[in-house]
């Protein structure tokens, strides 16, 4: 009974944490800013936007499994906003809800194309991808 009782302040804790360091992302992506603060469905709600299996979510919350599946779930959730530099990764596993705090009340942060490619090009590259595009004329038949 301690072992559940304690688990049960670990997720509360967490939940917390998560809701605090992430509400603004999920606002961004179209979501009611609460749903950051609600355990199990604020990973899940990750999962849908990054397009990987929904039920992973159920393994954030298991002993020794979770806290490797939280730091891939926040690591989706980073590089959803653009965050992909080894940097960004790096202090997203050290400092998850510091980083993510620290992107989630910064003004310049924008949720990413859709496009999944996009996630892993620079900055310099993404800047030559938008002018490329932006200057090529529509053509129709």
């Known amino acids: 009974m301690n072992y ?11 939940s917390v944490l998560m809701g605090i360091s ?3 992302l999920f606002k961004k992506m179209g979501y009611n800013p609460l ?19 929904k039920w992973w979510a159920i ?14 779930f926040h690591l989706y959730l980073v590089k959803k906003f653009g965050k992909t530099l ?3 990764q790096i202090l997203t596993v050290i400092l998850p ?9 910064s003004k310049d942060v924008e949720l990413e194309d859709e496009n999944a490619n996009d996630l892993f090009l620079t900055d310099e590259e993404k800047t030559l ?3 490329i595009h932006l200057s090529v004329p529509l053509r129709l038949p």
Do not use: Q
């Open 97 to 105: 809800f510091i980083y993510m705090a620290v992107i989630n009340y």
């Open 35 to 53: 749903f950051a603060f609600i355990p199990f469905y604020n990973y899940f709600i990750i999962l849908k936007e990054t397009k990987h299996p």
């Open 22 to 24: 992430t509400w603004k």
């Open 59 to 72: 393994l954030s919350y298991l002993p020794i499994v979770g806290p490797i599946m939280m730091s891939v």
């Open 4 to 14: 559940f009782l304690t688990y049960t302040v670990y997720v509360l804790i967490l």
């Open 86 to 88: 080894f940097k960004d």
């Open 129 to 131: 991808k938008r002018k």
